[in-house]
């Protein structure tokens, strides 16, 4: 079974940066799609960010405005989510999740298309 870990959170102040990483404990991620998503308090989980196995072709959610940006390392196995700019409605706890049965991200990013998810890892915009 696909186990997932995030790390890279923390505490930043308005403005800073972040960078998230998920990798799998005993199997490389490179055939998964791999998909980020938050959940702040009192909020539902919210897709944030998707890349596919196939061509690393990348989506994300409109209300990011280009300030994250997901990748692959291949050589190394995670997958990172890189946060600039990040503003306090960006604090929640961040899971990703993946799925081996397609192989490219659709146009949206939905909870329901992944099946292996992570434990999460706590991002706290804050000054």
């Known amino acids: 079974q696909l186990q997932l870990v995030e790390s890279g959170g923390g505490v930043v102040q308005p403005g800073g940066s972040l960078r998230l990483s998920c990798a799998a404990s005993r199997f490389t991620l490179d055939y998964y799609v791999i998909g980020w998503f938050r959940q702040a308090p009192g909020k539902e989980r919210e897709g944030v960010s998707c890349i596919s196995s196939s061509d690393g072709s990348t989506t994300y959610a409109d209300s990011l405005n280009g300030r994250f940006t997901i990748s692959r390392d291949v050589a190394k196995n995670p997958v990172y989510l890189q946060m600039n700019s990040l503003k306090p409605e960006d604090t929640a706890v961040y899971y990703c999740?993946?799925?081996?049965?397609?192989?490219?991200?659709?146009?949206?990013?939905?909870?329901?298309?992944?099946?292996?998810w992570g434990q999460g890892t706590q991002v706290i915009v804050s000054s």
């Open positions: 999740a993946a799925d081996a049965l397609r192989t490219r991200c659709g146009l949206g990013v939905y909870a329901g298309e992944y099946h292996s």
